[in-house]
């Protein structure tokens, strides 16, 4: 091996040698400085891969002396690996800035040589003097790279930076010199020995040379300037910043702490915590690219510093949540950083140009997920362990504060991500490409997602398969190229091959997981086959939607807390790029998103809080909780009702799913929104009957009535055929919310006979109703009407839907009602369920509308010539109606296997079949029946009218009464244009948008609080220095009180 | 199911009965009225004369299918709630097809025939008629309210969704019967009531405004008889679900129609009483005091 | 005597930061880093100090064979001349940065070099 | 009004500095480490009769390294960025008696600082100290004579050369010796004498050609982009 020291000889050797090779020979110079970086790479490299095959890490000693004397470096498996990052971005970074390097000659060359030599040896030496020397090198040199694009903002950048730093080196070289005063020694290991933190003085020394450190790493607030120098110098430079130094300055503060006494642990969390809340929270108000990016390094670094400030709770679960976030970190911030220099776009609204090379915008995503710590991505596994250790050691105040802090992270950057893939982008400039820029970016795009699979790997209780799936979506990435008809195939194919697999086996062993894998994959099926309706390529669509249908198999097929999380956020990521692909859906899908991310992180703490009370991840283990039951229940049930969008989190929904496309509504509504029904039946099962159990249900039965009521009032009112549609999934989602609070076995009867033929009816609804889009071109129905002249398929598609969804019998929806009524019976809900069964009745207010306002009444001229829904639409919607018919007629069919299903938690409470004949604890009902004598009765009086009137004259349509002019609006005297105002005028205030209103105050907050908080950065380099004193003495204060 | 022709044989009498007596009670309300009006009035046998005439007329127009079907679906609806509803207690054969689904079936079927006719008239394609169709379902929500909370009030006092069961509960002297045992249940539902009837104050549904507004608007000769048909069967039975409700059924066909008249008579008391409501205002006051009495007959019994 | 020069590098780092932190010229504050400096390094000379010794060099005052009772305490000296080294580059840099900003809007007023915030 | 803040501020300061004073308390004796350097027989390891000079270079020889890596980055980046804008110059004639006694002067700072850093491991004074002093003789010579030809090359080349001794020696230390700056690798010669203490006076010799060099550079960068009017 080669002692890590010559990184160094290199380093240093090089950037002297480098003054010999002629100053013309520009190219040559820069090329010969990272054939130097190559070799320092290869060096820790090696030194990472000895230690990982078992080496032993080394300690170099110089001068031939033993430290204290001398100056001693240590190669650890720390060091190995940071170095050889470090070494890598170096490499990378100078590639990417050959350009710039080259143009501004050897000296620059040498200082880039040396910045990356210093970085190197601040992590492996043991030594604090000779840390504060290279520490110095290292700002210099950044100082250095900063003019390297001079412009005048970058100048300003780089005093602020000098002005700080100069600062924070006097301060460290104040405390370095009174530690050897007090301790004699220089070595850190020594000092860390000597625990001088004893004495007063000493406590301050030690104080100064952390406080200084921390200050590196740009601690909220006083970290002005380096938001500045993120945002002035060149992105190459700021990715090496952000990567490589933060890195090194990090690993420093991981050695050093050690010096201090226990309280510090806590004063870096809490320092960290507060940059990352802080941060992030500003970063809301931003709109320029690289700032942003800024701000979100800082609150990186935040984090960071938390995790070790968190260390005595995270105990040896420390190293891998710090790798994997800061591994996260750099890769995705360095790609970041990249990208923007590529694309050359300040406003991030401009992003929207990466849509010119797609590549690019899937990259940019890559490392939005990345760094919000979604899977596959390293900082998923980090995250997760970070939250079950800290509930183990019961910090839920840190969990809260680090939750939150990645909430708002995510506000800004889906935001900005929304922008990218939405806002036009034609009248931005093309994009040019030079590869050495555009290299780097994709190596580490690449490199994301292999370290990703690899911590996958390394995680216990992941098993493969919950990564095997995955592969299918790049290489339908690889083939988007291709016509629809291909693609949609093979993507049938997939799911249909995975579901042969999956649902036989399940069918015998487990009928719960059997009906929603049922649903999930056959319906995926179903609305994938409308697809073919779509011509050209349509670029990105089969990716995502795979990507969604991967999530939901897993989240059925998980077994434990980790699994199921993972699947959560697949099918999350996936839904979401679904519903963005609508026209108008960029706020929607924002909006979705962070209610998704909100939800999320509730699970994740409520399985936090349950793995601390049985240490184990089974989802099984969940029953096993004895304290906080209220606590971690509620919090899981947050989590799954932002699914299922219950009343208060059901904002996002109207918009999201009416604004999707025609075939990705009904994916949505009829099929996503039962994953969160999957996860509260999962849920409750856990909770079993005990009194916390009960009053949890409570509060959802009565929040699923009001959800229902709600829901249906607001359908009723709306003039979007699709948002009424969505109204109505989110009543719908209310009933069953509400069936399965019962937690009796009538309850969850109910629950599933809804969940069923929610997924049937609404699929068949939004199938109809976006076909139906697809050929008129307007969601608005009073544009629409007479259209059953053109569409009799589409009409009578609708017509059995809203006959089975309002519950009237023969068809199946009956069976719903029927159970709902001897379960609310049997529970003695009676308010509750006086409230379901009003809002039922609502539903036909909008059920009439949506069918009048567009099949019936008058044909518009300008629709005059529609043809029918396509075939590839109506090949589904009867499949489904098909499904319908079946169900009524034998109702038993599905019935009996639910009951024995349902019987497993929620012992049979007398209900019984004869037959047909189904006898609950109240009533009866005959379905078969029912259907035969509703049947016969209909054809006789049918042949009954047919006699008497066989005369009847077909008439043309304008062969009736006529009134009205047409005034301005001419809608609003179109019957069906606030069809229900008298209705409107007595319980319109029911569904005044309080809701909305809260959240949209919320935001307004936010954004406030955001805007007034960062005119606290002056730009005045001057304050800047006066908050970095101020917090030197802040924490000095705090840690004398 | 077991298909034996003699139940449907006394079913279908007994909805000859029905119909005869709806018709002729029909006459005897609109006289009423009349009378309280100052008017002469019509003769008893009018509705039979106009039953004959709207069959017999010959010249007739459709607006598509769905305008044809609305009428069957109508017709279905009324026949169909006659059809699960127990007629005359004790015998069985008068207890028609009630053994195939409870009060829930009942409650429910009552939209059969609405929705049916909404789409028929909607097809129409007449303005008027959707706006008839849109106060009708309106009002129809509301009325359900105090409806259902009575109903759930019975249930949980006789235990059972049964109508039959709840019937049975009740013979064996007035004293039994619910408008006793459960007086405030009894006042939500004959609230309710007068509005499913949709008599005055409730009437703005049906035609009778100054601009002739609904579905009887769209439609006329065989068509409206239907109509008419099942208008008189639908009265009648109404009448009936309440009086097994809450008076107790009946035994045999005098009291059924005896008490089935008064029933109905209530309603049209109260409709020659009072002015016509708008439908904001008709809305309004069923979530009032119908609402209230609907809930109290809940807390009284849970 | 050591207690007064810590006292006094107290003092001079104090009047650096008071010249950082109040004064507007640009020169004068990088002055004031030089001030802060000097005051880091008598403090450290200070700290080296030994009663009633001399400098670490041997010569033929400072035998060899005693001079661990003759001198002070060399590392401090040490450090000081790196730290004054690394303090001349520092400035040297400091004033690059003061001669560009000049050219960019021919004054050395820090308040208006305010380009970037928020 | 600001200035009160920062007074508050300041004193506030003050108030964190004084535990340090409190628990400063002199020193009577050397502390253990320094004692190390002091005795005897580790002194003969080195053989520098100059014990700052002796952990200057050996002992402390990478912060030293650092040291120089710093000057010479500050070289660097002020080449790099002034080279770019260099402006027409007219400047004022220097008196002839300034400029003979210049003539005559700078050769003998030139010698004082090669003096300087040769004996830096006997007397007071090394590389550092030696370097600035010839660089002074440099100042004095731009000012005298602005329009010489100045010929940055061959400082740009004594820089890198003497650069690459240092770390060429460091490395080989490594290599052979006992490790990284090792100044054993060279015979230690007589203690007091010129030729002693192993590679310390070769090192110390190029790190005084090498500040020298890199101060003229930066100072000749200054002055040639300065004019007068």
Redesign the interface.
């Known amino acids: 091996m080669i002692?890590p020291?010559?990184i160094?000889?290199i380093g240093?050797?090089g950037?002297?040698?480098?003054?010999?090779v002629s100053k013309k020979a520009k190219a040559l110079t820069t090329s010969l400085m990272l054939v130097a970086i190559a070799l320092m790479g290869t060096i820790s490299g090696s030194w990472l891969f000895e230690l990982l095959s078992g080496g032993t890490e080394t300690m170099?000693?110089?001068?031939?002396?033993k430290p204290?004397?001398?100056?001693n470096l240590l190669m650890g498996l720390n060091e190995a690996l940071l170095t050889t990052m470090i070494n890598f971005v170096g490499l990378l970074g100078g590639i990417y800035l050959f350009g710039n390097l080259k143009k501004?000659?050897s000296?620059?060359v040498?200082?880039f040589l040396?910045f990356i030599m210093?970085l190197n040896?601040i992590v492996m030496?043991r030594?604090a003097?000779?840390l504060f020397?290279?520490m110095?090198?290292v700002s210099?040199?950044t100082?250095?790279l900063i003019?390297l694009t001079?412009t005048?903002?970058s100048?300003?950048?780089?005093?602020k930076y000098?002005?700080a730093t100069?600062?924070v080196?006097?301060i460290f070289?104040?405390g370095v010199?009174?530690a050897?005063?007090?301790s004699?020694?220089?070595n850190i290991d020594d000092l860390a020995a000597a625990n001088i933190t004893a004495?007063?003085?000493?406590?301050?020394?030690v104080m100064m040379i952390l406080v200084a450190l921390v200050l590196e790493l740009k601690p909220f607030p006083a970290n002005?300037w380096a938001?500045?120098v993120y945002?002035?110098s060149d992105p190459g430079v700021a990715a090496l910043i952000s990567a490589a130094s933060a890195t090194a300055f990090y690993y420093v503060l991981f050695k050093v702490i050690s010096i201090g006494n226990a309280d510090w642990y806590n004063i870096i969390a809490i320092a960290g915590m507060i940059t990352f809340v802080g941060s992030n929270l500003f970063g809301v108000?931003?709109d320029k690219a690289r700032r942003l990016l800024g701000y979100s390094s800082v609150g990186q670094l935040g984090l960071l510093m938390a995790i070790l400030g968190l260390k005595p709770y995270l105990g040896d679960k420390l190293e891998f949540i710090a790798i994997t976030i800061l591994v996260s970190h750099y890769l995705a911030k360095a790609g970041l950083f990249w990208l923007a220099g590529i694309i050359e776009q300040e406003n991030i609204k401009d992003w929207a140009i990466l849509r010119r090379k797609p590549i690019f915008l899937v990259l940019f995503g890559t490392f939005v997920f990345a760094l919000i710590g979604f899977p596959p991505f390293p900082s998923f596994y980090g995250k997760w362990e970070l939250i079950l250790a800290l509930s183990s050691a019961g910090q839920y105040y840190a969990i809260a504060f680090i939750l939150i802090g990645s909430f708002l992270e995510g506000i800004y950057l889906f935001r900005w991500l929304g922008y990218a893939i939405k806002l036009d982008y034609t009248k931005l400039p093309e994009i040019k490409i030079e590869w050495n820029k555009v290299i780097p970016v994709a190596i580490f795009g690449v490199l994301i997602y292999v370290i990703g699979a690899y911590t996958g790997t390394q995680m216990s209780g992941l098993d493969s398969l919950c990564y095997g799936p995955l592969l299918m979506i790049p290489f339908l990435y690889a083939i988007d190229s291709l016509k629809v008809p291909i693609k949609n195939t093979i993507a049938i194919l997939g799911v249909a091959t995975f579901a042969a697999r999956v649902l036989p086996g399940l069918y015998e062993t487990d009928m719960l997981r059997f009906i929603f894998t049922f649903i999930f994959l056959v319906g995926g099926i179903l609305t994938l086959i409308a697809g073919y309706a779509y011509k050209g390529k349509r670029e990105g669509f089969y990716p995502v939607a795979l990507l969604m249908f991967v999530g939901l198999a897993l989240i059925i097929r998980a077994s434990n807390t980790l699994e199921f999380f993972y699947g959560w956020e697949i099918m999350t990521a996936g839904s979401y790029f679904l519903i963005i692909r609508g026209k108008k859906s960029m706020p929607h899908g924002l909006s979705y998103m962070l209610f998704s991310i909100a939800g999320a992180y509730a699970l994740l703490a409520g399985f936090g809080l349950s793995f601390a009370e049985t240490p184990s991840i089974e989802i099984s283990s969940l029953s096993a909780i004895t304290s906080n039951i209220t606590i971690i229940f509620s919090l899981l049930a947050i989590g799954f009702m932002t699914k299922t969008a219950s009343l208060g989190l059901h904002i996002w929904l109207p918009g999201a799913h009416a604004e999707a496309e025609s075939d990705v509504s009904p994916m949505v509504s009829a099929i996503l929104l039962k994953a969160g029904v999957f996860g509260l039946m999962i849920l409750m099962i856990a909770m079993g009957h005990s009194p916390e159990a009960t009053n949890i249900g409570y509060v959802l039965g009565w929040l699923g009535a009001i959800t229902a009521l709600v829901g249906n009032l607001a359908a009723a009112f709306q003039e979007d055929a699709k948002r009424l549609l969505a109204y109505s999934s989110i009543s719908q989602l209310g009933y069953i919310l509400f069936a399965l609070a019962m937690m009796s076995h009538l309850g969850w009867m109910t629950a599933m006979v809804y969940s069923i033929n929610h997924f049937l009816y609404k699929a068949i609804l939004f199938l109809t109703i976006g076909a139906v889009v697809m050929r008129v071109g307007t969601h608005y129905m009073y544009k629409m009407g007479?259209l059953?002249?053109n569409m009799?398929m589409a009409?009578v598609a609708v017509?059995i839907g809203?006959?089975a969804l309002?519950?009237?019998?023969p068809l199946s929806g009956?069976a719903g009602?029927?159970l709902f009524?001897?379960a609310?019976?049997d529970v003695?809900w009676?308010?509750q369920?006086?409230i379901v069964?009003?809002s039922g009745?609502?539903a036909?207010?909008y059920l009439?509308?949506l069918?009048?306002s567009v099949f019936?009444?008058?044909l518009k001229d300008n629709l005059r010539h529609v043809k029918d829904i396509s075939i590839w639409f109506a090949i589904p919607i009867y499949t489904l109606i098909l499904g319908i018919m079946i169900f009524s007629a034998k109702p038993e069919w599905v019935l009996q296997p639910l009951g024995d299903m349902v019987s497993q938690w929620y012992p049979n409470s007398a209900l019984s079949w004869d037959g047909?004949l189904a006898t609950?604890p109240?009533?009866?009902?005959?379905g078969?029946?029912?259907m035969?004598?509703?049947g016969i009765?209909?054809m006789a009086?049918?042949g009954?009218?047919l006699l008497?009137?066989r005369?009847?004259?077909?008439?043309k349509?304008f062969?009736?009464?006529y009134?009205a002019e047409a005034p301005q609006r001419p809608e609003t005297t179109h019957?069906?244009y606030n069809?229900?105002a008298?209705?409107n005028?007595?319980?319109g205030w029911l569904v005044a948008p309080k809701i909305t209103e809260f959240w949209d105050t919320m935001t307004d907050w936010v954004h406030s609080v955001a805007h007034y908080g960062?005119?606290l950065?002056?730009?005045?380099?001057?304050v800047y220095?006066?908050y970095v004193?101020?917090y030197?003495?802040a924490i000095?204060?705090t840690m004398i009180f | 199911m077991d298909f034996d022709l003699k139940r449907l044989g006394f079913t279908l009498l007994g909805l000859l009965i029905v119909l005869n007596w709806g018709m002729l009670m029909s006459a005897i309300m609109r006289k009423v009225g009349a009378r309280v009006a100052r008017r002469y009035g019509i003769p008893w046998y009018q509705p039979w004369i106009d039953l004959v005439k709207n069959y017999a007329l010959r010249s007739q127009i459709t607006h598509g299918i769905m305008f044809y079907l609305g009428p069957v679906f109508r017709i279905s609806g009324g026949v169909g709630l006659f059809l699960f509803m127990p007629m005359i207690i004790g015998s069985e054969l008068w207890m028609n097809y009630s053994f195939q689904g409870d009060l829930v079936l009942l409650m429910y079927f009552q939209f059969f025939g609405m929705l049916g006719m909404a789409l028929g008239a909607g097809e129409g394609g007449h303005p008027n008629s959707a706006i008839g169709i849109s106060r009708g379902l309106s009002q129809f929500t509301v009325i359900e309210v105090p409806m259902t909370l009575a109903i759930i009030s019975l249930a949980i006092q006789y235990d059972t969704l049964s109508l039959v069961d709840i019937v049975k509960a009740q013979q064996g002297g007035f004293q039994n019967w619910t408008v006793w045992t459960n007086p405030v249940a009894t006042i939500a539902g004959m609230l309710a009531l007068l509005g499913a009837l949709s008599h005055s104050p409730f009437n703005l549904v049906k035609a009778p405004n100054e601009i002739p507004i609904g579905p009887p608007t769209e439609y006329h000769g065989a068509f409206l008889g239907v109509l008419r048909t099942n208008a008189a069967i639908l009265h009648v039975v109404e009448a009936a679900l309440f009086m097994n409700l809450f008076f107790g059924g009946a035994t045999n066909w005098f009291e059924f129609i005896l008490k089935t008249f008064l029933i109905y008579f209530w309603s049209v008391f109260v409709g020659v009483v009072f002015p016509r409501f708008r439908i904001e205002q008709s809305v309004a006051w069923f979530l009032k005091i119908p609402l209230v009495f609907g809930i109290l007959a809940i807390i009284l019994y849970m | 005597m050591e207690y007064v020069a810590l006292t006094v590098g107290f003092i001079v780092i104090m009047a650096g930061l008071w010249a950082i932190m109040t004064r507007k010229n640009i020169i004068r504050i990088i002055i004031g880093f030089s001030i802060f400096d000097t005051g880091l390094h008598i403090v450290m000379v200070a700290l080296a100090y030994v009663k009633g010794r001399t400098a670490p060099i041997l010569d033929n005052t400072v035998a060899l064979d005693d001079a661990v009772n003759l001198i002070v305490d060399p590392v401090p000296q040490a450090l000081v001349l790196t730290a004054i080294v690394i303090g001349l580059g520092v400035t040297a840099l400091m004033l690059i940065f003061a001669m560009k900003l000049h050219r960019e809007k021919k004054t050395l007023d820090i308040r208006s070099f305010k380009d970037l915030k928020w | 009004m600001k200035n009160i803040f920062i007074i508050i501020i300041i004193a506030a300061f003050g108030v964190m500095l004084y535990p340090l004073f409190e628990d400063f308390s002199g020193n009577d004796e050397l502390s253990e480490l320094a004692s190390f350097y002091a005795q005897k027989e580790n002194v003969e390891k080195v053989n520098s009769a100059n014990l700052v000079t002796a952990v200057v270079v050996t002992y402390r020889g990478l912060d030293t390294l650092g040291e120089v890596t710093i000057l010479f980055l500050a070289a660097a980046i002020i080449a790099f960025s002034l080279r770019k804008h260099s402006v027409e110059r007219d400047l004022r004639r220097n008196s002839e008696i300034f400029k003979t006694a210049s003539k005559v002067l700078i050769p003998i700072i030139m010698m004082v600082g090669v003096y300087i850093f040769m004996n830096g491991h006997l007397s007071p004074g090394g590389g550092f100290q030696g370097g600035a002093v010839l660089a002074s003789a440099v100042i004095l010579m731009l000012l005298a004579f602005p329009n010489i030809p100045f010929n940055s090359k061959l400082f740009a080349y004594t820089e890198s050369i003497s650069g690459l001794v240092f770390v060429g020696l460091a490395a080989i230390g490594a290599l052979i010796g006992s490790g990284y700056l090792d100044n054993a690798i060279l015979p230690l010669g007589t203690f007091g004498e010129l030729l002693s203490a192993g590679a310390i006076p070769v090192i110390y010799s190029f790190v005084g050609l090498k500040v020298g060099a890199e101060l003229s550079n930066i100072l000749n960068e200054f002055q040639s982009v300065q004019s007068d009017n």
């Open positions: 002692s020291i010559h160094i000889t240093l050797g950037a002297f040698a480098l003054g010999f170099v000693y110089t001068a031939g002396f204290p004397y001398s100056i501004a000659g000296h620059a040498m200082v040396v210093g040896v030496t030594d003097f000779n020397v290279f110095e090198v210099i040199a100082a250095g003019l001079e005048g903002k100048v300003q950048a780089g005093f000098m002005m100069g600062i080196a006097g070289l104040l010199i009174f050897y005063y007090f004699g020694s220089l004495i007063k003085g000493g406590a301050v020394a002005g938001l500045d945002e002035a108000k931003q007479g059953i002249k009799p009409f017509m809203i006959i309002s519950g009237v019998p009956f009602k029927w009524y001897n609310v019976l003695q009676y308010f369920g006086a069964f009003f009745i609502i036909f207010l009439f509308k069918i009048y019936l009444g008058q047909g609950g109240y009533g009866y009902w005959n078969t029946g029912v035969i004598t509703v009765m209909f009086l049918l009954w009218l008497v009137s005369k009847a004259v077909k008439v349509q062969n009736i009464v009134s019957v069906s069809m229900f008298g209705y005028k007595a319980l960062r005119q950065y002056s730009g005045n380099g001057q220095v006066t004193v101020a030197i003495l000095y204060f």
